[in-house]
């Protein structure tokens, strides 16, 4: 009878590929990566909080649409780091327990670190991948629970990196063929040198960076086969959500659509075309949308600061914004104060020298500099100054 097969430990792996020198080398550009994308996360949470004890900034114009874009670069060019990481580093983690209680404490701690920061890299990578591409099979909110998770993978970063600090410093500071800090079985030369390993690494990188990028970056657009938004759109803009979709398709063009704006007990209601008898501005500004998509558009309009001031609000006002929309986590929004004196924030009427189409917000809508695009309330019914 044939004996069973025994199962793998760290000794079945001989390439010499799975070593320090290359993993550390490649979790050194892996935390960069994850070190970009949470701070640039904390950004874009912090700009959609409705309480900011900081003012959210209004320049410049292009900074949201910066940040968001380095957020959703990082993270997809985690994706393939992440892998030949997890390729590198797995017969270690088959490898049987000390039994010094010093050593067992110093792996217990290294392994516990990196199954809860692969497990919540993981739900990073794979939910931030499905939200760009606007597909959602949950019943969670993403932004809350990917807003938790990223603090969860970067503490359990942060301690993975305190265990294995040495290591990575000798690693580093040698060169990537030294075999100091191979496994003893790991003898075998592998289909590449190690050198060829990282250079098809950083090269794989490279190339999901450039697939993507032009979501965020005009002149790539072209090369950026997976980004999720081309740059083409209604007026040479994309959109997210479209009338039908928020259900607004027959309130927007209801020829007695009026906007209303308040402040306490004094009010004025607007139509359209006594919106177009104001004083008109126009501005080029980004939609920056969370997704790490953005564009440029001029736009025309009323200045929100011009409307407030027929109903006499002060200058420090915070304004409440309702869409048309009947429903959405995105209905009604708070505009901070910075935004509201800023000479660039427009009751937007017109996009690229024409009149707004109908999914561009018709017939009127919200756009101000350096603020998420699910903010740039689209459909305005209400501008009420907050009390």
Not at 150 to 160: P, T
Not at 297 to 324: F, K, N, Y
């Amino acid at each position: 009878m044939k004996a069973p097969a025994s199962l793998p430990d760290q000794h079945s792996f001989s390439s010499r590929l799975r070593s320090a020198a290359i993993s550390a080398r490649v979790g050194t550009a892996l935390a960069v990566c994850f070190g970009l994308a949470f701070l640039t996360g904390l950004v874009s949470h912090y700009a959609q909080n409705p309480t900011q004890p900081v003012p959210f900034p209004t320049s410049p114009a292009w900074g949201y649409r910066f940040t968001q874009g380095l957020h959703v670069i990082s993270g997809t060019a985690a994706v393939p780091l992440l892998l030949v990481k997890l390729w590198t580093v797995y017969p270690l983690l088959l490898a049987r327990p000390s039994m010094r209680l010093k050593r067992l404490v110093v792996e217990l701690a290294e392994r516990l670190s990196i199954l809860v920061l692969v497990g919540s890299a993981l739900f990073l990578l794979v939910t931030g991948l499905q939200n760009i591409s606007h597909w959602y099979p949950w019943a969670f909110s993403f932004r809350s629970t990917h807003y938790a998770m990223a603090w969860i993978a970067i503490g359990s970063l942060v301690l993975h990196v305190a265990v294995k600090l040495p290591l990575v410093r000798h690693a580093l500071s040698h060169d990537v063929e030294d075999t100091e800090l191979d496994r003893p079985g790991a003898t075998e030369p592998g289909p590449l040198s190690r050198r060829g390993l990282l250079r098809a690494t950083w090269l794989a990188t490279g190339a999901v960076v450039l697939a993507t990028a032009g979501s965020t970056v005009p002149f790539l657009r072209r090369v950026s086969v997976l980004a999720v938004r081309s740059g083409e759109g209604p007026q040479g803009v994309p959109i997210n959500k479209t009338a039908e979709d928020a259900g607004v398709t027959d309130a927007a063009r209801d020829p007695g659509w009026r906007l209303e704006v308040v402040n306490d007990t004094r009010s004025v209601s607007l139509s359209r075309e006594e919106l177009l008898a104001l004083p008109q501005h126009s501005e080029e500004l980004p939609i920056a949308c969370v997704e790490g998509w953005s564009a440029s558009g001029t736009w025309s309009g009323v200045r929100l600061r011009d409307l407030l001031d027929l109903v006499e609000a002060p200058s420090d006002a915070e304004v409440v914004l309702t869409s048309l929309q009947e429903s959405g986590p995105f209905r009604v929004t708070l505009l901070q104060s910075g935004f509201v004196e800023d000479d660039r924030t427009l009751v937007a009427l017109g996009l690229s020298g024409e009149e707004l189409v109908l999914d561009h917000g018709f017939p009127a809508r919200l756009i101000a500099p350096n603020r998420p695009g699910v903010l740039q309330t689209k459909w305005l019914a209400r501008i009420e100054v907050r009390a």
